[in-house]
């Protein structure tokens, strides 16, 4: 079990998701770690319709590629069970379509909140980087480090009510000082370097320290933003961490158009390299 490593992505790494999805997943976590296992139970464990959308599949010379769930990189087995994505595989998927000769365009299927910065910048490179046409689209949420992934996408396509955006990055530090004091508990920390300390949990942050994390917060930022305005016509002012449906999407031009559905985006794909 690597609840540890778990614990830390969680609470101590830069996340590029939507605030809501990783307080959920906060909860869920320390409610697992408490032995609430009921609240752990989710749609997905009820079992969900399958559309069988969620493997890799050809049609028509396109090669589909899902992008579903909360992206990571080195997940383990638990956090892919726990509906995390691996940028890992669909870093192999991309280099297995890059080089088949029967691929003629790659369509990248978008279900996702985002997920941890690690990774999401060099699996982005990769999908500039295929030589092929590319298409992303969604049908539901394209958010943070998927839209990252979605804006190096040739074109991309949502349906009216998709969830698109959230183009911002944060970090999630707990202070909890005041609770260990009440508790009658005083930590003795033995360091070495300034800055060895920063985030610790039993103290609070030095304003030299939230500099640094918040230097590192404003850098991703604007990587983020010049990543998707490498091919996204869009003004600075929509890539402050709103998000938008598929209409308001096309009108910011982080989006190229609107479609039905998934069928129409395949058809579209197809009919670029017909």
């Not at 096309?250 to 989006?255: D, I, N, R, S």
Request: glycine share 10%.
């Amino acid at each position: 079990m690597k609840y540890p490593q778990i614990m830390s992505r969680v609470f101590r790494e830069p996340w590029l998701i939507q605030p809501r999805v990783h307080e959920t997943m906060q909860r869920t976590l320390l409610s697992r770690i408490g032995g609430n296992h009921q609240a752990m139970i989710t749609d997905d464990e009820d079992g969900p319709q399958d559309d069988g959308r969620d493997e890799v599949q050809d049609y028509g010379g396109v090669r589909i590629i899902p992008v579903h769930g909360i992206l990571g990189k080195h997940l383990d087995s638990i956090e892919m069970m726990c509906g995390g994505c691996s940028v890992d595989r669909i870093c192999e998927a991309i280099e297995i379509a890059k080089h088949d000769t029967n691929v003629r365009a790659v369509l990248f299927d978008f279900r996702s909140p985002g997920g941890t910065v690690c990774g999401i910048p060099e699996c982005a490179d990769a999908i500039a980087e295929i030589g092929k046409p590319t298409i992303g689209f969604t049908d539901s949420l394209c958010c943070s480090g998927a839209m990252w992934l979605a804006a190096q996408c040739d074109e991309f396509y949502a349906t009216r009510s998709a969830c698109i955006g959230s183009v911002g990055v944060y970090v999630y530090l707990e202070d909890w000082s005041k609770a260990l004091e009440q508790e009658g508990i005083k930590p003795n920390p033995i360091s070495a370097g300034e800055f060895k300390l920063l985030g610790a949990y039993f103290k609070p942050l030095t304003d030299a320290e939230r500099a640094i994390v918040q230097a590192s917060v404003n850098k991703t930022h604007a990587e983020f933003k010049a990543v998707v305005k490498s091919k996204r016509p869009v003004e600075d002012q929509y890539l402050e961490g709103q998000d938008y449906d598929g209409e308001e999407a096309t009108a910011h031009g982080l989006v190229s158009g609107i479609v039905h559905d998934f069928d129409e985006a395949v058809a579209f794909a197809v009919d670029m390299v017909s």
